[in-house]
């Protein structure tokens, strides 16, 4: 089987979509899946990455210039699977890393919690032409019966497609998303961060502190502000264990730390920058925290259940379809709810509650429902079931 995996920019060192792509061909070819990735644009040495623009080129183009690229390439080779992560009417599945245009744009509003500027942010998201260009690029592909398959990372991502377009589930095949499992741990780094982390918040490793690690780049989106104020709500009572917050990504650390500061918890916050490894700091971390306005499935929360870290993020992350409640870990039901947020943290200062969630997530095997293996048979089945009815046709 021959499948092409069409993304607009190919470059690794980006994380996000361009990570997934990566992880999602490798697992496809050990599989025996002959894989090439197409792209516009982007920086790679790898033998199946096919960039379709000139040298140098790095003005974004439209979307149906974007296509007519795509087409043309596709119809000088050939390829029994089109799978394309933008929403291209011709593509024989849609995989869309985001989640849905239409809930990008409310969920992205409602994180700057203010309803006036919820409202602004709502209609000015049309004045981008590039996001207006693909949301109706979206809308046509799901109103054409003959349009492909939505392959879903998470129910949360099935249910914006049904609600916000109406699509029949038949039509959405749920492969949820995966990660790499097996991901080493480079122990002397750990350990020097350990160390540095110590000196900074000036206490003893004897003090028995609990690590909390927030792990993103947007950090107003990822919930940061509504994290930070939950923190300093637990500042006003004891907690079996104190906790602290390990910020790790390239955010506005600046104006978060202020933020932080004004609220007098600035000492209970470590900014770390952006790390090249997450894996180091979740190994020196007790517990992975996320409380996201909107994240169509962390690969942050299931990197840190491959971990077999203790997790809190929000219902509107698809992550929470990997782990039970109560259980592996917390779901919040909104990021705005500070006070169960902070009792989510105040929950896992006590040791043993961290200890049982961890030994629930290696007793339930939540492993290998998180590995892209996982993700990349079910895609194998995917392709197979449009395959047989084209054969139909």
Known sequence: MKVAIIIERYDISLGGAEWLVFELASALSQLGVDVDILATQGDSSE????????????????????????????????????????????????????????????RNAAS?????????????????????ELLWAEKKLCRDPNGPIIAALSNYVKDQFINHYNLDSERIALVPN???????????IAEKLKTQIFQQ?????????????FGANNFRLKGLNVLTEALALLEKSPTPRTPYLLVAGSGKINKFRSFAEKLNIGKRI????????????????????????????????????????????????GASDFFVN????????????????????????????????????????????????????????????????????
């Open 47 to 106: 033998a199946n990455v096919q960039f379709l623009c000139p040298a140098g080129h790095s003005k974004h183009i439209s979307l149906a210039s974007f296509a007519k690229l795509i087409s043309n390439y596709i119809g000088r080779n050939h390829y029994d699977i089109i799978h394309s992560l933008i929403p291209l009417t011709f593509a024989d599945v849609y995989q869309p890393p985001g989640g849905s245009f239409a809930e990008t744009i409310i």
């Open 326 to 393: 109560n259980r592996h870990g917390k779901v919040i039901d909104t990021p705005e709810n500070i006070d169960a947020l902070a009792e989510a943290i105040r929950y896992f200062t006590d040791t043993k509650n961290i200890e049982n969630a961890s030994k629930a997530i290696i007793e339930d095997n939540l492993k290998e429902n998180i590995s892209i293996g996982r993700a990349a048979r079910q895609l194998i089945d995917v392709y197979e079931s449009i395959l047989q009815r084209k054969g139909r046709q």
């Open 178 to 188: 995966g990660v790499k499992v097996d991901n080493q741990v480079d122990a002397e």
């Open 112 to 132: 700057y919690r203010n309803k006036l500027v919820f409202s602004y942010k709502t209609a000015m998201a049309f004045t981008n032409r590039r996001r207006t």
């Open 270 to 317: 470590v900014f770390l920058g952006h790390l090249p490894n997450i894996q180091n700091a979740m190994s020196i971390s007790d517990v992975a925290v996320l409380p996201t306005f909107y994240d169509p499935c962390s690969r942050y929360i299931l990197e840190a259940l491959a971990a077999c870290k203790p997790v809190i993020t929000t219902k509107f992350n």
């Open 201 to 213: 918040i000036a206490i003893e490793s004897s003090a028995n502190p609990v690590f909390f690690l």
